[in-house]
């Protein structure tokens, strides 16, 4: 069973940083993809930023490129992955989750993150 922890979300200005983290425990495997996802009050989970374990490429919507930069720790036992935030919008306000799990390229990255494992959110607020 993948464990996953998210943490580093609060209350910033817009045109501030914060840097999520996503602690997980558990993994079965090194092929895995892990996602951030948002959810605002009113609107569907968007996917922000995905990567894949084993390489380097990464996907970021549109909304948040150039801002917001997905990594990994790979010396981390926690396998931690970060999500850094930066020129942070209120339209950046939302309920931040990391997701993860296998991949055996069956389907997008995003996509079996998405399918897979769920930590339990951290908020994130900008105010104007």
């Known amino acids: 069973q993948v464990h996953l922890v998210e943490s580093g979300g609060g209350s910033v200005q817009a045109g501030g940083s914060l840097r999520l983290s996503c602690a997980a425990s558990g993994y079965t495997s090194s092929r895995r993809c892990v996602a951030w996802f948002r959810q605002a009050p009113g609107k569907e989970r968007e996917g922000v930023a995905t990567?894949?374990?084993?390489?380097?490429?990464?996907?970021?919507a549109d909304s948040v490129k150039g801002r917001f930069a997905i990594s990994q720790d790979n010396a981390d036992a926690e396998n931690t992955v970060y999500l850094e935030m930066n020129s942070l919008k209120p339209d950046d306000t939302a309920m931040y989750y990391c997701a993860a799990d296998s991949f055996y390229g069956l389907d997008t990255c995003q996509q079996s993150a998405r399918s897979g494992y769920w930590g339990q959110g951290t908020q994130v607020t900008v105010s104007s």
């Open positions: 990567m894949y374990s084993r390489g380097a490429d990464t996907y970021y």
